[in-house]
DNA sequence: CAATCAAGGACTTATTATATCTATAATATC
DNA sequence: GATATTATAGATATAATAAGTCCTTGATTG
């Protein structure tokens, strides 16, 4: 069990969004070709972003995607849990009983997981350094 | 990303080698029959398991699984890791420079994550509840 | 020795991740 | 309005991994 890199793309994406202009959007060309990635791969991960509320995209001539929340909302799971879903990572077909003393345990452990993804925002790290890519 | 299969698997075979004898051993047929998995697959898993000194097989007639160390020893986390390996879930080809950003919150995530797995030992549930399979 | 059992290698199948290609729709610029 | 630019979306292809099977070997019991 890893993350896909399909998440490893969204942060960095969102990484140069949050230090791009708020109303300029960036083309995904652009936003691709800075992760060694190919533009319409990168365009279907965005676009499930754009789903989840937190880049907008601008189409035509000098289009592309921009941020649509406060830079300060959105946090590490935001972005995860977009690509990756929200389902738990330990799955079980049985249901013995109300409840299961492992399917507790493993929750328990992935919501310490989450919460720490939860509490850190994107910003928190995109000030610190402006990362730059390859 | 989701927990494999095979870590269900281990986790189930460990709480009934916890509940069996300690001396007994039991035979791969009966635990891969109580999971609705075949014996050989089960096998394989299990022998990762051996290879980590957490159970030890009995080869020969009457033989089986039987656990190798205390109880109260084993916990969620050295069986998952025993399966799904030890590296980290956030993997990044690129290394700029000694620390990465990003890399620190997800790492730090998955210790968040990793620290109750390892508090958790699987006798602590195993007493509470005898699961009952199926 | 014969029956029983785990270990391990080679292989197959199923599922998911990682793309690519093409067509379509929206927008800006001229 | 025509053309270039750019995102969206569906279909498809390839690669990687998970999940499972089959068969052989070797150890142990009785
Ligand atoms: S005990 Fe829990 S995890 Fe195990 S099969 Fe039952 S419901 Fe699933
Ligand atoms: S910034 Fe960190 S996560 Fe991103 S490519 Fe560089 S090393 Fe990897």
Same mark, same amino acid.
């Given at each position: 069990?890893?993350?896909?890199?399909? +998440?490893?793309?969204?942060?960095?994406? @969102? /990484? +140069?969004?949050? *230090?791009? $202009?708020?109303?300029?959007?960036v083309?995904?060309?652009q936003?691709?070709?800075s992760?060694?990635?190919?533009?319409?791969?990168? $365009?279907?991960?965005?676009?499930?972003?754009?789903?989840?509320? @937190?880049?907008?995209s601008?189409?035509? *001539?000098?289009?592309?995607?921009?941020?649509?929340?406060?830079?300060?909302?959105?946090?590490? %799971?935001?972005?995860?849990? *977009?690509?990756?879903? +929200?389902?738990? %990572?330990?799955?079980c077909?049985?249901?013995?009983?109300d409840?299961? /003393?492992?399917?507790?345990? @493993?929750?328990e452990?992935?919501?310490? @997981?989450? $919460?720490? %993804?939860?509490?850190?925002? /994107?910003?928190?790290i995109?000030?610190?350094?402006?990362v730059? %890519?390859r």
């Amino acid at each position: 069990m890893r993350f896909t890199k399909a +998440t490893n793309y969204a942060l960095h994406t @969102m /990484l +140069t969004l949050i *230090a791009a $202009s708020p109303v300029t959007p960036v083309g995904v060309q652009q936003l691709a070709e800075s992760q060694g990635v190919s533009p319409t791969y990168l $365009s279907k991960i965005l676009t499930r972003l754009v789903k989840a509320g @937190m880049i907008e995209s601008v189409s035509g *001539a000098n289009g592309g995607y921009r941020l649509s929340r406060k830079k300060d909302d959105i946090t590490f %799971l935001d972005i995860i849990q *977009a690509i990756e879903g +929200t389902a738990s %990572l330990f799955e079980c077909d049985f249901v013995h009983g109300d409840e299961c /003393l492992i399917q507790d345990v @493993m929750k328990e452990a992935e919501e310490k @997981m989450e $919460s720490h %993804l939860k509490k850190t925002k /994107l910003a928190d790290i995109a000030q610190k350094a402006n990362v730059s %890519l390859r």
